[in-house]
Each structure stands twice: as C-alpha cells, then as structure tokens.
C-alpha cells in the first residue's frame, strides 16, 4: 500500500520538496508499513510559506466579506466533493475504519 504524495510541502501554489529536510516516514498504523516518505519543513520551506501568506494577506482583506464567503463556501465544496479521497489518506494515516472517516 502507498500513499506517495507529489511533494512534501505545498506553498504559493506549487509542490516543493526540500531535500535538505530530514526525512519523515508517514507509518500506516494498522500494518506498521511505510506508506509515503516525506521531509519536514526547513527553515527555506518556512521563510516561503510565510513571506507567500504576507503577500496574498492584502488581497484577501481588501475582498468583501460576501466575496471571502463565496471563496470559503467553494472551498467546502472541494472537499465535501472529495470526501471519499480524504477519507481515505485519514484512513491511512490514523489506522481508523473507512466507516469511520467517511
């Protein structure tokens, strides 16, 4: 079983993997089976998350609350829709029954 993602971090709209993060194995707990191997987060991944979220923070303020709703309730939407694939990756990650992260 693999649950390989595309990057270990994904910042301003794009995948980004740190090879000088140490790396972290992501263990499925039912079978104790490295499923995905990622690195964490350096302080390079960290300086962009940020200086990203500074950037994109003057827009979003500027939008109208009914505008940032509208974004918000989309978002729900995206995920109500792909439920069943993040109920799955929780499946993998925490051990639980798929009945139970649906």
């Given at each position: 079983m693999?649950?390989?993602?595309?990057?270990?971090?994904?910042?301003?709209?794009?995948?980004?993997?740190?090879?000088?993060?140490?790396?972290?194995?992501?263990?499925?707990?039912?079978?104790?089976?490295?499923?995905?191997?990622?690195?964490?987060?350096?302080?390079?991944?960290?300086?962009?998350?940020?200086e990203a979220a500074r950037a994109a923070q003057p827009a979003w303020a500027r939008l109208k609350p009914v505008e940032r709703g509208r974004i918000l309730r989309r978002a729900a939407d995206i995920l109500r829709a792909r439920n069943t694939d993040l109920a799955r990756i929780e499946t993998l990650d925490t051990g639980k029954a798929i009945q139970e992260t649906l």
């Amino acid at each position: 079983m693999r649950a390989q993602p595309k990057a270990s971090h994904y910042v301003n709209g794009r995948y980004i993997d740190d090879e000088q993060g140490a790396p972290l194995p992501v263990i499925y707990p039912a079978t104790g089976e490295t499923i995905a191997m990622l690195r964490s987060a350096t302080p390079n991944v960290l300086e962009l998350a940020i200086e990203a979220a500074r950037a994109a923070q003057p827009a979003w303020a500027r939008l109208k609350p009914v505008e940032r709703g509208r974004i918000l309730r989309r978002a729900a939407d995206i995920l109500r829709a792909r439920n069943t694939d993040l109920a799955r990756i929780e499946t993998l990650d925490t051990g639980k029954a798929i009945q139970e992260t649906l």
